[in-house]
């Protein structure tokens, strides 16, 4: 017997006894200690069933959901590390799950959060970190790229086109596996700034845009300019792409240092 049940039967019964005992003190008859018994019954059922008990169950999902959140890998490094800006993240989860959207729907709300937090991290990843999350986020543009050209340029430039939701594009165990390179890139970028060889960085990236331009002409300036009207969409998916697997071809040290540059413009 659920616990809902049996408070509506001990609720009844304490109604039925009130009743009955009103009765047999002659306060009120028989027929109308029947019809307030089932007008009570009613009324409270209706309350308990319609509305408190339906509030009970959603305050239980939430706080469920809450708990599985401050359990996901990079969620509960956040919360450790930064506990300010988890709370953000935890309210923002929340509206988004009382909006309606699934727990997943909810997670994908909170990847701009997770998208600022790792530019601002960036200074303080080794090269190893910039490289294994790259890598995965190359995965990812492949991806996307295959399945549609308008879709890979939303990926790229959510800026311009507000971006995608990974959740109904990405195989979940690509996506898990992002969760788990990033979560690795915040536990190992929480120290000191690392140290950059900025001019070796910017030799490697010159001798890379040399060759990417004998391939692509000029087109490769509007990489910079993805908001200009009339923009090859698909060009310049292929483009990006073709950028961070020449990046990532270099070995591990000097390809960090090449995406310090490009996804860290203040890299001196």
């Given amino acids: 017997m659920s616990y809902a049940t049996l408070i509506s039967l001990t609720g009844g019964l304490a109604v039925v006894l009130l009743f009955t005992w009103l009765h047999k003190s002659g306060k009120i008859s028989k027929t109308l200690a029947i019809l307030l018994s089932f007008l009570l019954l ?5 309350y308990y069933f319609g509305m408190v008990l339906p509030q009970q169950q959603r305050d239980e999902r ?5 708990q599985r959140l401050a359990s996901l890998p990079v969620y509960r490094t956040i919360r450790t590390q930064q506990p300010g800006l988890y709370q953000k ?3 923002e989860f929340i509206h988004a799950l009382q909006e309606g ?3 997943k729907q909810a997670l994908e709300r909170l990847r701009p959060w997770l998208a600022d937090l790792l530019n601002q991290r960036i200074s303080y990843a080794s090269n190893a970190q910039l490289y294994d999350y790259m890598s ?3 995965e990812e543009m492949k991806i996307i790229r295959q399945k549609n050209a308008e879709l890979c340029f939303k990926y790229l430039f959510p800026q311009v086109e507000g971006g995608v939701n990974t959740a109904d594009i990405l195989p979940q165990p690509l996506i898990d596996k992002e969760m788990a390179v990033l979560d690795s ?3 190992n970028s929480h120290g000191a700034e690392q140290p950059v060889d900025a ?3 910017r030799a490697e990236l010159q001798v890379i845009v040399r060759s990417l331009y004998a391939k692509w002409g000029t087109a490769l300036q509007t990489l910079n300019a993805p908001a200009e ?3 090859d969409k698909a060009k310049l998916c292929d483009m990006t792409i073709d950028l961070y697997q020449s990046v990532l071809a270099l070995p591990v040290n000097h390809s960090g240092e090449v995406l310090r540059i490009i996804l860290d413009g203040n890299a001196k």
Avoid: W
């Avoid at 009613?42 to 209706?46: A, H, M, Q, S, T």
């Fill in 42 to 46: 009613f009324i409270g059922n209706f």
């Fill in 62 to 66: 939430l706080a469920a959901a809450e």
């Fill in 89 to 91: 993240l935890d309210r």
């Fill in 101 to 103: 959207n699934s727990e």
């Fill in 136 to 138: 995965v986020a190359l």
């Fill in 185 to 187: 890139f915040l536990l």
């Fill in 199 to 201: 001019a070796s960085g």
């Fill in 229 to 231: 009207a009339g923009v």
